[in-house]
Structure formats: C-alpha cells, structure tokens
C-alpha cells in the first residue's frame, strides 16, 4: 500500500522519516524516534516495539513515556503470551478497544508502556518473510483510527521493520566483533600464561607468576595453589600471593590439613566451587585470613581442581573482596582453560621437584659412602682389645646393638668411641643401611641446626639450594653424634624433640618429616658436670643416657698395648708398602708404660712414624720418640682422670705443644698430631679453654 503522506502532506516527509528510522542505533531511540513521528502526525499518542525472539520464545519491549524516559521489559512472559502471540501465526494487524485489551490481557495492562489509551493497534514487523516483532500504537482520543490512518500505519510498518533490521544487524557485527575481540584477548592470555608457567620449574616461581597474570587480567586479590603432599597425605602445602598492595604482593607458604577446608570439598567432587561468603564462621582457620586482610568485606571465591592425566594435584583458589564481576560465561571458561595449563605446569614443577631431591640425595649419600669406606679402611674393619675392661665393653656392645636403643659412649679422647659405634651399627639390624657421622664440636654452631635436619632453599642468607639434613640421610640407619656435649643449648631441645616423637621439620619449612634413626652419641666431656652447670639440658641428658657405655683408657688396660702396636704396624707397614715383621720385645715393653693422653690415636700416630723412620724389618722406635709421653707408671691406677689430665695440665700441655709446632695444628707435625688429637677436637678445646693461638706465638 503507498504512503500517504500527513496532514502537512509531503513526500519530503516521508523520505526524512524513512531516513530516520533506519538510522536509529538501538531499540529505544527508534521507538522515541516513532513516537515523536505518530505523536507530531496525530496517528498515535505512544508506541511500543515489540521484539520477539524465537530461541526461547521470548519477547522484550522497547518504549519511551510522555517525559522521553526508556521503558524496557525483557523476555516477560506476558508479553510473549500477549497480542504479539496471535500475529505470530497470522501476520496481520489487530486492533482492540481498551475494554477488551483489558480484560483479555489484564497483567500487561499494569505496565508503564500501557497507559491510558482508548484504541489498540498491532502490526507485524516482517523481514525476510519472518516475524521479528511488532509494533504498537495506542491512541487515546475518542475517534478510532480512519481508514487513510490504518493505510498510513500500514505502510509506516515495512519502514520500522527496515530501521529493526539495520539495528539487528549492526548488534550482530558488534556481537561478531567483540566475541573476535574477546576471543582474541583471551587467546593471548593463555599463550602468555602459559609462556610464563611453563618455563617455570620451581613451585615458589611458578605461584608467584601465575598470581601475577591472574591479578593482572582477571582482578583477583588473593591467589593460592593448594597442593596435596604427596608424603603427608592429608595435608596441603599453600602458596598463597595476597594483593593488598599491588607494587607489593604478599607471598606465604604454609601447610596445613586438608580435612574442613574448602579445597578438601573440590578434591573430593573433582568440580569447581563458586561462592560468596561473609562471614568466616564456616571457614577453615587459613582461610579466615581472607577476612583478617580484607576487615569487613564480603569474600567471592573461585575454586578450581588441578587435575593432570586424571591425578588430583590441588586447587587453584581465587578471591576477591566484594562480589566480583568475573561471573561472565567466558571469563569462567578461560580460568578453566587457565587451571588446565596450570596443573601441567605443576606436575612438570613437581617432577622437577622429584628428580632434585633424587639428585641430592644421590650425591650425599655418595659423599657419606666415601666417607665411611674411608673409615673404615682406616680403623682396620676391628677392634682391639683382650683386656678385662675392653671385653666388658664388647659384651656390653652385643647386649645393645640389637636393640634399637640410643647409645651414649663415653671415653676420653682418641680411646676408640667412633669405632665402637660402628660395632653397634655393624652387628644391629641396620646394618644393610648406612651410619652416618656428624661431630658437633666440627660444625659451626650455626650450621650445625641444618646440618642436622636440613633446610629448604631460602631458609637463610646463604641458602641457595634444599639441603637434606644428617637425620634425613641416617633414616632406618645409624645417626652418630660425636661430642654431642657441644651440642649449643638451643638446639638441644630440638634433638630432644626427634628422639621423642621421631620427627622434625627441615628449616625452612613446615612439612614434617617422620625418622627412623637409631642415634648414638659420643662425647669425652663430663656431661653430668655440664647439667649441672646448666650447660647441657638435662632431660636431653637422661634421654640420651639410656645405655650408657663407657670406655676405659688405654692406661686403664695397659695389656691391650702390645696388641695394638702390633696391629697397627703391620697394617700402617702394609699400607706404606714396608715390609716390617717383629717389633722388639723391649719396645713393647716400654710403649705399655707409656701413659697416653691421646689414648689410641696417639699410640696409633707414634707407631706411623716410627714405621715411616724404619729402614729394615723390624720396627724401630727411638728414645727420642718416646720423650714427650710421660711413664705410665708415675700414675697409680686410683687416680682420676681429672688428676691426670685436670684442667690446669691440658692447659699446659696443649699450649706447650702448640708453641713447639709454631702454632701449626694440622699436618702430620702439627699440634693435633702430636698431642693424639682430632683438628676438630684441639680446635675445641682450645675454644673451651680460652687458648688463642696467635697470643701464644
Ligand atoms: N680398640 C681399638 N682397636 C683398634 N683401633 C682403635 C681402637 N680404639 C681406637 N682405635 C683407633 O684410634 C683412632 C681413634 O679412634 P676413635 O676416632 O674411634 O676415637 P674417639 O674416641 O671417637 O675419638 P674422639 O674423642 O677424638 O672423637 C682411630 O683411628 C681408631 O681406629
């Protein structure tokens, strides 16, 4: 039908309005732009566009009131069931009286885009041969519409179909363009997420980074990776990075159980877990932090599961504090995608994790079997000894080793505790695993603490890589403590606590480790003495002392001395390729006389260098040799050690043979040597009484 042009009459105007309604950029403004129009020509005193969407058999209406404000109602359901149900299967206009729109349709009668009107007015807005809406005109006058107002409608409808098209397909590319646009940002997301994730091997860089990129583009605030132990079951190890401060995260690394939290629930569905909360009474205590950051917000979380090849590794769990807008479909789907690179990066950063502690493990037990093969070769594989006290100790070494008992050996210096540890270890169960030493007076104090439980990398100044500690190595084994008596105060309750509950934590870090170390300990010091001076705790002191074996010194069982010498110079002569098959009567007879503060290791150093000083087959030893050792037999049996070797006299001597080795300590001439002392147990001494070495020279 052609258009009549309005009462001004003018295809001008019909050119201008077809221009403008196919102009409008959205629904509103057309229906505005139509209610200007129908309003200025008297066809109409309001309109509503109707849009019907077939997907879901929904409608929504766009319309403007007397004062140009918007009116929208989306997909009600009394508008899809409405007047524009009945031109759906018939494409035609339909006109009510205000009595019958009423009553037929009472519920669309409330709304705002229904005011008062008189007559009703529906027609179809048709493209390309299919229903895309309606549009309706109400008029509020007594006259109804004549038939050159309908012809006008009519040919006014074609028009508003044009202008929904145009609108339609303008939202359609803009639609295109942002799901490219989007598509496009978030592929390149992943692409650097997982760049970054990827090229991480450490657990602590890979959260931080991929906190960052997380922050970065999605927002959250709060960022942890809770990772099930794969040693402690039940417990996860947290990093958490925590944006209070977006130029300085907040980095925490923790362990805790994984029973109550909301990562327990996600490990166990396998699903993701979205919700708000605001208040922290349900929470697990780590995760009240949230609210202890972020003081009277509400918290939006986002727990995700990181699964690689079906294994459950933990969850990534994200939070921010107000109800966050990351809702949107494609947001939750790029996370997901997110989780999945996650978790193979984790599992790469776990491996990695693995084959370290392998490596390390490998290289310090190579270390600890160098070390033991090289003692052993060096203590000649046995012990010595036929005199009552030395049988008494070896009966005492057979009724213990068994057990899994710790052992104290007490003895002065060089009398032999090293080797009746390895005795203990040797005939006990353990023996298919290894003994390892750590003398406590070697050690520097402040080394000694991860030396003997370890420490994570980071767990101090200097500490650049994990280290795994002596408790660690001796597990199922033998710990050996040497001059456990300058074990420092404050690490004493911690070897207290291992030897109670069997367990310790690595510096550094809070994962538990369980041992199965049998400990023995050695020292020459008076550790009753030292409880009682409030040296040396003495619940550690009673713990340790549960089997105590004591070892005589040589001038105790002077009749071991022959046995020794003879010993050792055929092993020292066979090890220096000489060839030495008697020793003289009389040189035995005089070594047992000999009184030995250094007890065997000086005997032992006396004979190495009479056998290096021998030039035919049988052992020479000069009287000049022989002076620095006073005469066994200016001592009577009932003399103590104290008045033998008291303070003042090891004073003296140390201090005497230092001055006469210059000042050298080790060496086959130095002091240590000369005095039948280990370097480390000179160096000890020294400390302890106050000797300076420098003053002295
Ligand atoms: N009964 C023995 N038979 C054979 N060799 C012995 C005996 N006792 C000690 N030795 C030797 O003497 C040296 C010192 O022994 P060991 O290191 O076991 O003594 P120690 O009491 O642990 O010394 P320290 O108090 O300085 O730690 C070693 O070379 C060891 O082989």
């Known amino acids: ?32 732009v139509l209610r200007n129009h129908v309003e200025q020509s008297g066809l109409a005193d309001s309109v509503n566009l109707l849009m019907w969407q077939p997907d879901n058999q929904s409608a929504s209406l766009y319309s403007v009131d007397r004062q140009q404000q918007a009116i929208f109602y989306r997909d009600e359901a009394s508008l899809a069931s409405g007047p524009l149900s009945h031109t759906l299967p018939h494409p035609e206009a339909l006109y009510y009286p205000r009595e019958l729109f009423q009553q037929r349709w009472p519920q669309l009668s409330q709304l705002n885009a229904y005011p008062a009107f008189r007559h009703y007015c529906l027609l179809p807005l048709v493209s390309q041969g299919k229903i895309i809406g309606g549009c309706e005109f109400l008029l509020n006058a007594e006259r109804r519409w004549s038939e050159s107002d309908i012809a006008r409608l009519q040919a006014l409808a074609p028009i508003i179909s044009l ?54 583009n999605f927002g959250f605030s709060s960022i942890s990776l809770a990772l099930r132990s794969e040693d402690n079951p039940g417990k996860l190890h947290l990093y958490s990075t925590h944006y209070l401060d977006d130029s300085a995260p907040l980095h925490d690394r923790t362990g805790v159980d994984e029973k ?11 699903e993701a877990l979205f919700l708000t909360l605001s208040s922290r009474d349900s929470l697990a205590p780590y995760e009240r932090m949230l609210f202890e950051l972020w003081p009277g917000a509400e918290q939006t979380l986002y727990l995700f599961p990181l699964i690689f090849s079906g294994r459950m590794l933990g969850v990534l769990k994200l939070s921010h504090p107000s109800p966050a807008a990351f809702t949107g479909v494609a947001n939750i789907k790029l996370l997901r995608q997110i989780t999945e690179r996650l978790a193979i990066a984790v599992d790469n950063a776990l491996a990695y994790q693995e084959i370290r502690r ?34 008494a100790v070896m009966k005492q070494v057979e009724m213990v080793a068994q057990s899994d008992s710790t052992v104290m050996i007490l003895g002065e210096t060089g009398t032999g505790k090293e080797l009746i540890a390895r005795a203990i270890h040797k005939l006990s169960g353990r023996n298919g695993r290894r003994m390892v030493k750590l003398n406590c007076a070697a050690v520097p104090a402040g080394l000694l603490e991860s030396d003997l439980f370890g420490h994570e990398r980071g767990a101090f100044t200097g500490a650049s890589a994990q280290r795994i500690g002596r408790f660690e190595l001796a597990d199922r084994g033998t710990l050996f403590l040497d001059e456990v008596g300058d074990m420092p105060l404050e690490l004493q309750p911690k070897l207290l606590r291992v030897l109670q509950e069997q367990e310790f934590e690595r510096l550094g870090s809070n994962k538990v480790i369980k041992t199965d170390a049998r400990l023995i300990a050695a020292t020459n010091r008076d550790l009753k003495q030292m409880v009682a001076d409030r040296e040396f705790r003495s619940d550690l002191y009673y713990r340790l002392s549960v089997f105590p074996i004591r070892i005589p010194p040589l001038r105790e069982r002077p009749q071991d001395i022959p046995l020794l010498v003879k010993a050792f110079t055929f092993n020292i002569a066979r090890r220096l390729g000489r060839n030495i098959d008697s020793i003289p009567a009389q040189t035995l007879k005089l070594l047992s006389k000999m009184e030995w503060p250094g007890n065997v290791r000086e005997l032992e150093n006396v004979i190495e260098r009479a056998v290096l000083l021998t030039r035919s087959n049988v052992l020479q030893l000069s009287h000049a040799d022989m002076l620095p050792y006073p005469a066994l037999a200016t001592h009577t049996e009932a003399q103590t050690d104290d008045e033998i070797h008291g303070e003042e006299g090891e004073y003296q001597r140390i201090v005497r043979v230092l001055k006469e080795s210059n000042g050298v300590i080790a060496g086959p001439k130095g002091a240590a040597v000369r005095l039948g002392l280990k370097r480390t147990t000179l160096l000890s001494r020294m400390k302890r009484l106050g000797i300076d070495k420098k003053a002295l020279l």
């Open 1 to 32: 039908m052609a258009y009549t042009p309005n009462r001004a009459g003018s295809d001008q105007g019909f050119f201008e309005i077809t221009r403008t309604l196919i102009q409008q950029p959205d629904f509103c403004s057309l229906a505005q």
């Open 163 to 216: 202008g929904v098209e145009h609108i339609l397909s303008h939202r359609q590319s803009d639609d295109v363009y942002a799901q490219l646009y989007r598509e496009r940002n978030d592929f390149r997301l992943l692409v650097a997420i997982t760049n970054a994730v990827l090229s991480k091997l450490d657990l602590d860089e890979l959260t931080k980074e991929v906190a960052r990129e997380i922050h970065c």
């Open 260 to 270: 109550g939290t909301l990562s327990e629930k996600v490990i166990k569905s396998r």
């Open 358 to 391: 392998l490596k390390e493990r490998l290289l310090d037990e190579n270390l600890a079997l160098t070390e033991q093969i090289n003692k052993v070769a060096g203590d000649f594989g046995e012990i010595i000894g036929r005199s009552e006290p030395m049988m």
